[in-house]
């Protein structure tokens, strides 16, 4: 069974910063193309950052681009996100998702395997 496993979440101010983890069989980590999304209530899940698992080449939606770093630790089978400066409109669940053919199917939502998911919550 496949397993994503976040962790990371909580709640922090607007301005901090902070670290999700989503952590995976080496099959997975090794063969997938693997991502973060997020999602609100009432609002459909949205891609945040990719990262290839070969080359580590990295693709970061716009609200991501300039204030997340997704990365990987490939002895630890395990992927980050870092976010900097949040803001109130951060809120949300975040998930992780595998893809195994490309990020640009991973991006447009094209998931075989879901964590279930870390809350993140900014107050402002």
């Known amino acids: 069974q496949v397993q994503l496993v976040e962790s990371g979440g909580g709640l922090v101010q607007a301005g901090d910063s902070l670290i999700l983890a989503c952590r995976t069989s080496e099959r997975i980590f090794s063969n997938y193309y693997m991502g973060w999304f997020r999602q609100t209530p009432g609002k459909e899940r949205e891609f945040v950052a990719g990262i290839d698992w070969q080359f580590g080449y990295e693709y970061y939606s716009d609200s991501a681009k300039d204030r997340f770093i997704i990365s990987r630790d490939n002895a630890k089978t395990t992927m980050f996100l870092q976010m900097n400066n949040l803001k109130s409109e951060d809120t949300a669940i975040y998930y992780c998702?595998?893809?195994?053919?490309?990020?640009?199917?991973?991006?447009?939502?094209?998931?075989?395997?879901w964590g279930k998911g870390t809350p993140v919550t900014v107050s402002s």
């Open positions: 998702a595998a893809n195994p053919d490309s990020l640009t199917a991973l991006s447009r939502g094209r998931v075989d395997y």
